[in-house]
Each structure stands twice: as C-alpha cells, then as structure tokens.
C-alpha cells in the first residue's frame, strides 16, 4: 500500500483519460508540462481541460492568460459538460491575465530585464502559495518571453519549474509555433507537440508526446477531437504502446 502511495505521489494524472494513458499514467507531480503548437491546435483547450479536471477533483489551478481577456477564455474553448460556474465563483478555477500580475511589479517595464523576471516569479509564487494552488497554466508563453530581455526568458522559465517543484504544483506552458519551425526552447519535464495535418482534405488535429519525465511513454502520433466530454484520442497510426 505504501509503494502504491508513493508511485501516486510521483504522477499527476491530468484528468484526460487518453493522455493519461499516452503519458503512462499522468505528469511528472510538480513537473513543467510544455504544450508546443501552431494557432488552433488545441493548445488552450488542452491546459483549460487540465485544470478543470483538477478543479474537480479539490486541486485549485490558475490560468495566467497571455493573449486573451479573463473573461473570453472559456468562450474560446468548447464548455465541458464537467465545468461548472462554482469553480470560478469559488475560485477553485482562476483565470488571470499577466499584465494584471505585471501591474505589481516594482518597475512594470518593457523590455523585462532580469530583475524584472524574478519579481515576475516571485509574484506568481506567493500567489500559488497564497491560494493554495496545485494546478498552474500560463497560455501562451510567447509573448511574454518576447517581451524579456535576451537570457532572462530561460532563466525565468528554470526558476519558475524549480519554485513549482517545491511546491508540487504541475505546471502546463503552451507556446505558439508551426509544424515548420524549431520548438520554442522551454526547459521542462514533458514535450507534447500539437499540430494540424490535412488528410484527404480533412483537417485533423494530431498529438504526440516527445518527452515525458519517469515514464515509458507512447511515442505515436494520436488524432485528438475536443467535445464536451474532453479531449478524445485516436492512434494516428496502428500500434505505438
């Protein structure tokens, strides 16, 4: 029973039944989770049904939107038949926007140099502490790195994952970019690549998990819908456990 307790401890199931199963049972617990995919992938859909799924299981998440308003993200993603008003009411489901936690630094600057990045960081981390979070989500990362001075993106990102390792709070970064482009450089404990691909003159949306910390995970491609029920995965091709 106690080796079972402590392999739980070691996952954070997400909550997305296919993806669970994909990743070997859930993510890293306190690990960085980066989602990488190009506009209308499915980027926003996958960290908002994350921390939905957390919300309904007693783990309180914040969404630190980056490009949205607060107030349209869940009008941008399909409405889960689990979500429920109450967890914003109750603020077990947080949606914030950064230039909210940006408007408490001391120097609310652009470009963010690197004293700037770690009061960024401190922020979100007496926030999480504050709140009593487990669940953290910043969609997209992008921007905001785009607006960090050189070098102090990446080390605000290290920092960030060593804070919410301490506090075993599972972390999901999505960052925008096409099938074309090299992956954004996120230093983190999981990989999954979202990206769309045309077959037969149909749009599929398609996953796959590049990396995955402590796990033997899937390496196939699986076609995803987004519904009300969640997310739903398909293999792409034959085989791939």
Known sequence: MAA?????EKRCPSGIEGLDRIVGG?????????????????????????????????????????TLAPEKVLDS??????FEDKMIKEKSLKIIDIEEVLEELSHPRRPIDRNGAMELLNEIEEMVSKQGIKRLAIDPITPL?????AGSGRDFLKKLGE?????KVTTVI?????????????????????????????????????KMAGTQHSHSRYVFDITPCGLL?????????
């Open 233 to 241: 995965t398909t293999p792409l091709i034959r085989g791939g456990h």
């Open 174 to 210: 999505t960052s925008d970019c096409d099938e074309k482009s090299p992956l954004p450089e996120v230093p983190a404990d999981g990989l999954i690549r979202l990206s769309n691909i045309d077959r037969h003159g149909n749009n599929l949306r398609v996953l796959q998990v590049l």
């Open 26 to 66: 859930g993510f890293p617990n306190g690990g960085v989770i980066h989602i990488a995919g190009s506009y209308g992938s499915g980027k926003t859909s996958m960290a908002v049904e994350f921390l939905v799924r957390g919300a309904k299981e007693g783990q309180k998440g914040i969404l630190i939107t980056t």
């Open 145 to 149: 790195l785009a607006d960090m001075e």
């Open 4 to 8: 079972e307790k402590v392999v739980e």
């Open 163 to 167: 804070a919410m390792n301490r506090r």
């Open 77 to 82: 993603v399909v409405r889960l038949d689990i």
